[in-house]
């Protein structure tokens, strides 16, 4: 069975940073692009940050020169740094993985207050 485990969320003053992780099973991880999408209260999930197989990132514009995506294949597990953090950017941040389906993480909650 696939799955994606998040992993590193919580609480967090602004201006702070955080590490998200994403544990990979049941997938040659090697073989999918990954992602980091978000859903903010009241709004719709929108992309953060993807990475492919090959190692291209793409970021949102709101998150570029702060949040850092990438990969470690070996472990499995893809990894989303997040520096410099606004209230705004509190969420709950999803894990994707594609190949040839989707798949999709839980969630878990990041919130950014003073």
């Known amino acids: 069975q696939v799955q994606l485990v998040e992993s590193g969320g919580g609480l967090v003053q602004p201006g702070g940073s955080l590490t998200l992780s994403c544990a990979a099973s049941g997938i040659i991880f090697s073989g999918y692009a990954m992602g980091w999408y978000r859903q903010a209260p009241g709004k719709q999930r929108e992309l953060v940050a993807t990475?492919?197989?090959?190692?291209?990132?793409n970021y949102a514009d709101s998150v570029k020169g702060r949040f850092t995506i990438s990969r470690d294949n070996a472990k499995k597990t893809v990894y989303l740094q997040m520096n410099s953090l606004k209230v705004d950017d509190t969420a709950v941040y999803y894990c994707?993985?594609?190949?040839?389906?989707?798949?999709w993480g839980q969630g878990i909650l990041v919130t950014v207050s003073p």
């Open positions: 994707k993985a594609t190949r040839i389906l989707t798949h």
């Open positions: 990475i492919t197989s090959g190692g291209t990132t």
